[in-house]
């Protein structure tokens, strides 16, 4: 099985922001999929406000946190926010945390919450 079918993404522009969300595994073997679709979309096109919803990501390591990182750098540059949502399993979170990657972003508990949080 390739590494493709182990990360699902679902992108949404609504009211300025991009929503991105995550399902699977985000992982060395996935990051390039993420890279192709959601950092050169951001970086290409000057996002500045993106959400991602991790509420059905099942995994995440280092390469995973880093991506997710780089994204949170670019929205900085292009004078954005990056927030994390969803973040409801345990694992996930505990790694985020250990990370300190939660230090740099904003965390809400939903999409709606982080939408009012930017202003859209």
């Known amino acids: 099985m390739d590494g493709d079918s182990l990360l699902n993404i ?3 522009f609504q009211r ?4 991105v969300r ?3 595994v985000l ?6 999929k ?4 959601v950092t050169s979309l951001i970086g290409s096109n000057g996002v500045r406000n993106v959400v991602f919803n991790v509420n059905n990501l099942d995994s995440i ?3 995973g946190i880093n991506t997710l990182l780089h994204n949170y750098e670019i929205c900085r540059n292009n004078k954005g926010k990056m927030l ?5 399993n345990v694992l996930i979170k505990k790694r985020l945390n250990k990370s300190r990657l939660l ?3 904003h965390e809400t508990t939903d999409e709606l919450t982080a939408m009012k949080f930017i202003g859209g």
């Open 10 to 12: 679902d992108i949404e």
């Open 16 to 19: 300025g922001i991009l929503f």
């Open 22 to 24: 995550l399902a699977g």
């Open 27 to 32: 992982n060395k073997n996935t990051i390039e």
């Open 34 to 37: 993420m890279n192709e679709e």
């Open 61 to 63: 390591d280092y390469y």
């Open 84 to 88: 994390v949502c969803g973040l409801n």
């Open 103 to 105: 230090n740099y972003m």
